[in-house]
């Protein structure tokens, strides 16, 4: 029961040693592709990649070659990385709550309101830099190509997703005499046109199904980080058992607040080894 501490943290590290080289080997792999949407994720995953796998290293060193000090580093890391997680969590649960689909009656679909959306979401989506990638993101994904082909009857009984919804066809709401928008419309009315390489691309209402898209996604990946927190919070608990075993075995001497230096003992240190030894034989 001693090192059973140790030998689960070394177990565990190993896996998680693992499980960062598919990690690093697909940031490489997408740091190649020319997809703008697989691209933006290429440094985090390399990033993340690399974090994992040199701290289940240290981790995994430390605990089966009983060495603190790269027990010290592993826990130390550790717990930057679970308070880095739990502030990406708690950011990203802030970030994207509520949202902005609206019922449109008499359709399977929804559409989206820019405004239902958090300011900070709002700004980044408005920035015309941020806005230009995004875009291209929604071109390269031909998602609008995928319903150029629907009838009326299609709208009416399919379903669309949110960047179909706000990107590919204007608001439901707008109306039409001879292709010239009617007065007093909502003001992406003006801006959808039926050239495939224009749509709705620069409407609120394709801004919109973007971040709808984006809550979604980070909403679940929100969800996981809790998982992998509380995985995180056991990890480091049984890394802190073990590191207090490795400090046991370096002075042979209980840890905490008896804690002694094998250079200099305390005074009472042979005393103590001599009782000790004196169980022994009795038991």
């Not at 308070?83 to 989206?112: C, D, H, Q, S």
Request: aromatic share 14%; net charge positive; proline share 4%.
């Amino acid at each position: 029961m001693y090192r059973f501490s140790n030998t689960v943290i070394g177990y565990l590290n190993l896996l998680t040693l693992l499980a960062s080289i598919p990690i690093i080997g697909g940031g490489l792999w997408l740091a190649r592709s020319s997809e703008t949407c697989e691209s933006t994720l290429q440094v985090p995953l390399l990033v993340l990649g690399f974090v994992v796998l040199l701290v289940s290293l240290a981790g995994f060193v430390g605990a089966c070659f009983n060495l603190a000090w790269a027990l010290w580093l592993y826990l130390l890391a550790m717990l930057v990385l679970i308070g880095a997680l739990l502030g990406i969590t708690v950011f990203g649960f802030a970030v994207t709550g509520g949202g902005g689909a609206v019922e449109v009656p008499g359709r399977n679909y929804k559409e989206y309101r820019l405004e239902s959306y958090s300011g900070w979401l709002r700004r980044r989506i408005e920035e015309p830099k941020y806005w230009q990638t995004a875009r291209a993101c929604v071109v390269g994904s031909r998602a609008c190509e995928k319903i150029a082909s629907w009838t009326p009857l299609d709208y009416l009984q399919r379903s669309l997703t949110p960047i179909q919804s706000g990107c590919c066809k204007p608001p439901t709401s707008c109306t039409y005499d001879g292709g010239t928008t009617m007065a007093a419309q909502d003001e992406d009315c003006y801006r959808w046109n039926n050239a495939a390489s224009v749509l709705c691309y620069e409407c609120d209402s394709c801004k919109a199904g973007v971040l709808e898209q984006v809550r979604e996604d980070w909403h679940k990946l929100s969800v996981l980080n809790v998982v992998i927190l509380i995985f995180l919070i056991g990890i480091y608990s049984i890394g802190c058992c073990a590191f207090r075993n490795s400090r046991r075995s370096e002075t042979d001497y209980p840890y905490g607040e008896n804690r002694m230096s094998k250079i200099r003992p305390r005074w009472d240190y042979y005393w103590w080894r001599w009782l000790r030894d004196q169980r022994e034989q009795l038991y």
